[in-house]
Structure formats: structure tokens, C-alpha cells
């Protein structure tokens, strides 16, 4: 068998639209996802893909510069990679780490086409033939032609109920900070009451003070909550939460690099770490987190950073090989109207989808749909991710004092 070598390296971004705009503390997505989709040829033929949040001319350009690095280099040797493109020296001053992530996507997907495995053979095998998720609600504006608003008690139940009935979920996560926190509270226990036999979490996006996610914390105490996920900023902002509040505290935000765990592992702040096979750098480094929340019973879930089918790839194949994920996974994955890979959207059946068995991550490229939404995105651009398009002139503040009026509803599609 002839080792392969990489000669190319090609990063294409895409616009992929949502069901609607879905909202967040610290601005909203404007009705669609922006990213990157890398693909990284061989001497051989063979080419593995990967993908990446955001794009554009400096994403696609930071590519390319990654070519002098790794034209030539063999795509087996993932951990000489990671010192090429992440040496923590050089990365003071050049944070290359998500770039690395979809590159190791690539180079993975090439390692299992290569010796016609899956990716999560070459992890240590798999585990579980599904994984499951939670339903991942938002805030959203109305979209008259693809989704209805959630901001009302009423509407947030309905849009749940709509995900449970499509999907089969059976946990419940609500991103929030968008509302005064007494609002979100009335709101997230009707969701948990209207639910009782299902989990729920509470994710404000660090948007609260310590003082008000204590406060808010202990208003949710009683509820079926898989653990209260980043509601202040900061590792000693979280630990004094965790002191004060009786539910697991959880992270995508204070613990996504090893000298972070050490601290997390040394004076403890929080309980669950979600991981991120971007955030963290790759699917490797995921396991390797993973390994090391096993030793000091750490829990662990699967995060999700607005995937396409090809990261979610790389969630499913980390999701089967983890011994110790005992939570359901995020997936921003099922507000998609559409997909790059071949088949479209992926399925969930019962709240999981199946782990793909096909040789490396197991999708394919559809190119036709890669230059559809090449296109779309050229026509329609990107948008400010740390704005609202319902409050143009307002912008995140730490803790987040400047609350949207729940009374008040905003058409916008987004555009």
C-alpha cells in the first residue's frame, strides 16, 4: 500500500439556510450558517473532507496558508500535524487550533479511505451504533416561509413538542440569554413541566452575573436538569456558581484546551465538559479530553458549534467510541433546511442518529449542493454573529444588562 501524501488543500464557503433566525445572548444567526468546507487532496486520488465555522476570504486564505506546511506531509502522522500547525509557541501569536480541527477531519476521512475503515475503527471502535441528542430550542423570529417565532411561553412548549414529535427527542436544552431572567425562568420551567418524564438544560451563554445565575439556578433546583451550562463567564465565576447551586455545572466556553481542564481537575468549577471536536481542536483531542474526565470522573457530552453533515460526522463517530458519555449530544443540526453532503439531511430516529459505517467519516460530498451554496452565500453573505438583526443597534454586554423586551415581537427572515 502506497502512503499517501498530501498535494492540495481546497476551502470553499458556504451559506446553508435555517428553518428560521435563531437567537442567542450574544447576537443571533441571521437565517442560515456560514461555513467552511475543506477538502484536502492526495497523491493517490484520494481526498478527505473536513469543515470548519465561518468563512470567507480570510477563512479560505488561512487555508491556503496552511498548504506550505503540509503539501507533502502523510496524512497518518496526525501528531506531527498538531505540532506543525498548533505548536504552542507559534500559537501565541497565530490560534490555529480550529483550523487544525478540520484538517484532522480531512486527514482522518483520508486514513479510513485509505485502509477502508471507519473513522471510529480507527479511534478504538465503537461502542454504540447511534448517538443521542437533545432538541437544542431557540428563541427564533418568524420566518414566513420556513418557521413561526418562539418567544411566548406558549410558543417555545409548541416548537418542543413539534422537534419531539419530528425527531423523537427526549432531552430538552434551551439556549437563552436573550430575555430578563425572570421571563427565561417562568418560560424554562413550563418547558420542563410540560415534559416531565424528559431532561432539560439551561444554557445562557455566560450572558449572567454570578449573582443572578445563583439566583436563577436555585429557581430550577427542583427540575429534571441534566446540569445548568455556562450561566456565568469565567472558571472562578463558574466555581462559585457550582458552590452555591445544587445542579452539575457545564462547560463549552472556560475548559477547551488541556492547561484549562488541569486548572478545572486542580480547584474544581465544573462538572460536565462538553466537547467540541472543532473547539478542541480535533476528534482526537476530544478522546484524548475525554480520557482524562474518565480518570477523575469528570462528565463528559458531545457540543455542537452549527455543524454541517460533515462535522456532524465527527460528532457521531466521537459520540461512538467515548465509554463515558452518559449525556445526549448537541446538534444545532436539525434547524438545517438542507445539507452538502450526498442523501441530505441525516435522520434521527427515536432522538439519535446513526453512527455513519462507511469507510473514513462515511459522507460523501455533493458537489452540486457545495456550489449551490457556494453561490448562495456569494449572493447573500455572511452576517455579524455578535448581532441582533431585531435590535440593529444593540450589542452584547458582560453580563448582558441590555435584555430584549420579551413583549415585544420582531418580524425579520434574516436576510
Known amino acids: 500500500m502506497k502512503r499517501p501524501k498530501i498535494v492540495d ?6 451559506a446553508v439556510p435555517l428553518e428560521a433566525p435563531i437567537r442567542h445572548s450574544n447576537g443571533a444567526h441571521w437565517g442560515k450558517f456560514v461555513r467552511t468546507i475543506v477538502e484536502v487532496e492526495t497523491d493517490t486520488g484520494l481526498i478527505g473532507l473536513g469543515e470548519m465555522g465561518g468563512g470567507g476570504e480570510s477563512a479560505e486564505a488561512a487555508f491556503r496558508g496552511l498548504k506550505d506546511y503540509l503539501v507533502g506531509h502523510d496524512p497518518f502522522q496526525l501528531e506531527a500535524m498538531w505540532f506543525k500547525i498548533c505548536n504552542p509557541t507559534a500559537s501565541l501569536y497565530n490560534n490555529r487550533t480550529q483550523l487544525h480541527a478540520a484538517i484532522e477531519f480531512a486527514c482522518l476521512d483520508i486514513m479510513g479511505k485509505c485502509l477502508d475503515v471507519p473513522v471510529h475503527d480507527l479511534l478504538g471502535g465503537k461502542l454504540r451504533d447511534n448517538v443521542g441528542f437533545a432538541s437544542y430550542l431557540f428563541f427564533r423570529y418568524n420566518d414566513l416561509e420556513r418557521g413561526g417565532e418562539v418567544r411566548t411561553a406558549e410558543q417555545l412548549v409548541n416548537e418542543a413538542r413539534r422537534q419531539k414529535e419530528k425527531h423523537g427527542f427526549t432531552a430538552h436544552k434551551l439556549k437563552s440569554g436573550v430575555f430578563p431572567p425572570d421571563y427565561e425562568l417562568e418560560l424554562f420551567r ?6 416531565p418524564d424528559d431532561s432539560v438544560r439551561y444554557d445562557p451563554n455566560a450572558a449572567h452575573s454570578v449573582e443572578e445565575a445563583i439566583r436563577f439556578g436555585h429557581g430550577i433546583e427542583d427540575l429534571r436538569n441534566d446540569y445548568f451550562e455556562d450561566p456565568t463567564w469565567g472558571l472562578n465565576g463558574m466555581r462559585r456558581v457550582r458552590d452555591a447551586v445544587r445542579i452539575p455545572t457545564a462547560t463549552n466556553t472556560v475548559v477547551i484546551n488541556f492547561e484549562q481542564l488541569s486548572s478545572n481537575i486542580l480547584n474544581p468549577a465544573v462538572d460536565v465538559i462538553l466537547l467540541d471536536t472543532t473547539f478542541w481542536g480535533g476528534i482526537r483531542q476530544c478522546v484524548k479530553a475525554a480520557q482524562v474526565c474518565e ?13 454541517l453533515g460533515i462535522q456532524l460526522a465527527t460528532m457521531l463517530h466521537l459520540g461512538a467510541v467515548l465509554p463515558n458519555l452518559v449525556f445526549t449530544a448537541d446538534a444545532h443540526y436539525h434547524h438545517l433546511m438542507d445539507d452538502v453532503i450526498k442523501g441530505g439531511l441525516m435522520e434521527y430516529q427515536g432522538g439519535k442518529i446513526k453512527v455513519p459505517t462507511g469507510p473514513g467519516l462515511g459522507v460523501e460530498l455533493d458537489r452540486a449542493k457545495l456550489i449551490e451554496y457556494s453561490e448562495y452565500y456569494k449572493e447573500h453573505g455572511g452576517y455579524p454573529y455578535d448581532r441582533d438583526p431585531g435590535r440593529r443597534d444593540w450589542f452584547s454586554l458582560v453580563p448582558n444588562t441590555r435584555w430584549a423586551d420579551p413583549t415585544i415581537s420582531v418580524e425579520d427572515d434574516g436576510s
Not at 9 to 14: G, P, Q, S, Y
Request: proline share 0%; hydrophobic share 50%.
Open 9 to 14: 488543500i481546497r476551502a470553499t464557503t458556504v
Open 190 to 195: 413550563g418547558l420542563a413541566h410540560a415534559f
Open 295 to 307: 480518570t477523575f470522573q469528570l462528565g463528559i457530552a458531545v457540543h455542537s458549534s452549527g455543524e
